[in-house]
């Protein structure tokens, strides 16, 4: 496997220093926790004189199966340290703002580059995940890194989750070559498959009254509002109600689909997915960003929700205006 100027810069950096601290994007996904617990262990195995922290101030219920993370340390502690900052494409995303009081920085990371925010920068925007990278990574550098189950089925849960378990089109034959590499660890599949994707009954319904809810524009953008009441209704967090976005992936002729999420304090989380159809343009323009096909913005007005919809729709209008063979 190949190794590339920037991995190499990213392996040497870690290595002139002593201790290390590894922080990611707030709000965390299976992808910002697998590739940080993932090199965090990596590097515990190869490094054991080093001190190597994950630094974070919020966490995700979902991915509480695997395992806790480090208590936060003062930013005193940060100035003799070379901080990593994984699966982060923008410094406002990062959960533990404290960052910047490392001595050096490194970004590592798969999203489209809109920010520039380290000493170094290893970003490969066409990796399936970030975990796909820290794969290639080890990979690359093999002889002198270790692994085991445990780094590998953390690394693993962020290639599953963030390609959509293999379907999405960033996957490559690389993308399945280091998958195959990590699942050689030792990783449990029905394990892991069980504890994230297997659903309360409860979620179920939820899913249901969705459905009934949802709303289809004339060109064929999916959307669902998720305010403070339907949150009650079925007891959901901001992290469960969320998930909502993924119930509208598989329907005919939409090949955009948008939830809206009331997160209670005035603003609403958007999380816009498409095919095909290129949407991380129109979530930088509403305060967000993110990959082409999945991406993330806020909004805070009702009003300012149906204007996005409303640009969604001419999206969609114009894609299937000049293109065919999508479907
Ligand atoms: P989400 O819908 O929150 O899962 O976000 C989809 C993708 O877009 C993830 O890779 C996020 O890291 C990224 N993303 C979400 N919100 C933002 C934002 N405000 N700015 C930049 N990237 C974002």
Same mark, same amino acid.
């Given at each position: ?116 925010? /380290?000493? +170094? ?5 066409? &990796?399936?995940? $970030?975990?796909?990278?820290? =794969?290639?990574? *080890? ?126 304090? /005035?603003? +609403? ?5 498409? &095919?095909?159809? $290129?949407?991380?343009?129109? =979530?930088?323009? *509403? ?41």
């Amino acid at each position: 496997m190949n190794v590339n100027e920037n991995m190499r810069k990213v392996l040497d950096k870690i290595k002139e220093y002593d201790k290390i601290y590894i922080f990611r994007h707030f709000r965390p996904d299976g992808d910002a926790v697998g590739s940080t617990k993932g090199l965090q262990r990596i590097l515990q195995l190869s490094f054991p004189k080093k001190e190597i922290y994950l630094q974070n101030e919020d966490f995700s219920d979902y991915l509480a199966f695997l395992g806790g993370e480090d208590e936060l340390q003062s930013p005193e502690n940060y100035r003799d340290a070379l901080g990593i900052v994984m699966d982060t494409g923008t410094s406002q995303r990062v959960s533990c703002q404290n960052f910047v009081h490392c001595k050096e920085i490194v970004k590592f990371d798969h999203h489209i580059p809109i920010e520039s925010y /380290g000493t +170094i920068e290893w970003v490969e925007e066409e &990796r399936s995940s $970030t975990c796909e990278m820290v =794969a290639a990574f *080890y990979d690359a550098f093999k002889d002198e890194l270790k692994i085991d189950v445990e780094a590998a089925t953390y690394i693993y849960t962020g290639m599953v989750t963030d390609s959509g378990r293999f379907r999405f089109r960033s996957v490559s034959g690389n993308t399945m070559r280091l998958a195959g590499l990590i699942l050689d660890q030792g990783v449990d599949v029905d394990v892991l498959y069980a504890n994230l994707y297997l659903k309360n009954f409860e979620e179920f319904k939820f899913e249901s009254y969705v459905y009934e809810k949802m709303q289809i524009t004339e060109n064929g953008v999916a959307h669902i509002f998720v305010n403070q009441e339907m949150k009650d209704k079925f007891h959901l967090s901001n992290e469960a109600a969320s998930a909502c976005v993924g119930y509208m992936d598989s329907i005919k002729n939409v090949i955009a689909w948008i939830a809206f999420i009331d997160s209670g304090d /005035g603003s +609403i989380r958007v999380r816009l997915r498409s &095919r095909f159809v $290129t949407i991380s343009e129109l =979530a930088e323009r *509403y305060n967000g960003g993110g990959h082409a096909c999945a991406a993330g913005a806020t909004v805070y007005s009702e009003e300012e929700m149906r204007k996005l919809i409303a640009e969604a729709d001419e999206l969609v209008k114009e894609f299937k205006a000049n293109n065919e063979g999508w479907m």
